[in-house]
């Protein structure tokens, strides 16, 4: 059975600073990996996903995220925070046989003016 | 997200009774799905149908049913067997094998 761990509840940055919000898997076979952030009392909106191909893979709102197949991780990253970014994160996967989603517990990304 | 509407926004449930949420696509994705999402346990599955006529139990089925009798319409009811029914209900769908799950707004449930 395929699972996800987001080992941070909280991660803080100051603004202008990088982020990272990590996410480690486990699938059998080749992994779907996702990306998802949540606004309080919304739904989830996709940032990215990886495949297959380039293990840096770009997505929505200048949000990257680097598929590590060694050390079964898909970290969230992006260069420059914005206060607008403070929200909740998710990594989600599934496996090659078109199974639902397996979402992490989330991490609330606060960015600090 | 554009296309799902799930309604209502917030709904109140009295003892021993019995509510249905309601999720609603224009979207023509043949699979759609219900998660529950509790404060610090992320989003849990509790049933999904990949096609009209046909659903699964996820992880979470018990107290809860569902029906797909449309391609549009996959309601929820939160049955009176549900003893712990407070928490936000997410409605998603998705079209192709590669696409990611595209998410409704939510449902917030509490008992009175």
């Known amino acids: 059975a395929q699972s996800v761990a987001q080992p941070e509840d909280q991660v803080k940055v100051a603004e202008g600073n990088p982020l990272t919000v990590k996410c480690t898997y486990s699938?059998?076979?080749?992994?779907?990996l996702f990306w998802y952030v949540q606004y309080p009392n919304r739904g989830l909106q996709f940032l990215l996903k990886y495949i297959t191909g380039d293990n840096l893979v770009k997505g929505s709102y200048g949000f990257e995220a680097e598929f590590n197949k060694s050390q079964t991780s898909f970290h969230l990253k992006k260069p420059s925070a914005l206060v607008s970014d403070s929200a909740l994160y998710f990594c989600?996967?599934?496996?090659?046989?078109?199974?639902?989603?397996?979402f992490g517990k989330g991490t609330r990304l606060s960015v600090i003016a | 997200d554009g296309g799902i509407t799930q309604s209502p926004k917030y709904l109140f449930r009295k003892e021993g009774q019995n509510v249905t949420l309601s999720c609603e696509q224009n979207l023509n994705h043949d699979a759609m799905y219900w998660y529950r999402q509790d404060p610090g346990q992320g989003l849990r599955l509790i049933y999904y149908s990949q096609i009209v006529n046909d659903f699964q139990k996820g992880d979470i089925a018990e107290g809860y049913s569902v029906s797909r009798e449309k391609k549009e319409s996959f309601p929820l009811t939160v049955t009176s067997a549900q003893k712990n029914p407070t928490a936000f209900y997410l409605c998603?769908?998705?079209?192709?094998?590669?696409?990611?799950?595209?998410f409704g707004d939510g449902t917030r449930l509490s008992i009175l």
């Open positions: 699938v059998s076979g080749n992994p779907y």
């Open positions: 998603a769908t998705k079209t192709e094998f590669n696409q990611p799950q595209h």
């Open positions: 989600a996967v599934r496996d090659a046989g078109n199974t639902p989603l397996v």
